[in-house]
């Protein structure tokens, strides 16, 4: 089930209904070697903020998108 588009249609479904609650951001923290995911993320119109960082879950790569 990997690579046929489930998981941008269901983060682009989420992504939607918050918006739709008028949600004006919206922002995730995919690890910075996770390639996939933020490739991901990318396509559905995030754009990282800031370099990664270290936090105490591990390192993050800070992305939002705006409504």
């Known amino acids: 089930m990997i690579g046929i588009g489930h998981g941008s249609a269901f983060i682009g479904a989420r992504m939607q209904a918050l918006f739709d609650e008028e949600a004006p951001v919206i922002a995730t923290d995919p690890h910075p070697e996770n390639e996939r995911a933020i490739a991901v ?18 390192l993050i790569l800070p992305m939002m998108v705006r409504r």
């Open 41 to 58: 993320y990318k396509k559905l119109g995030f754009e990282a903020f800031g370099p990664p960082q270290e936090t105490q879950w591990g």
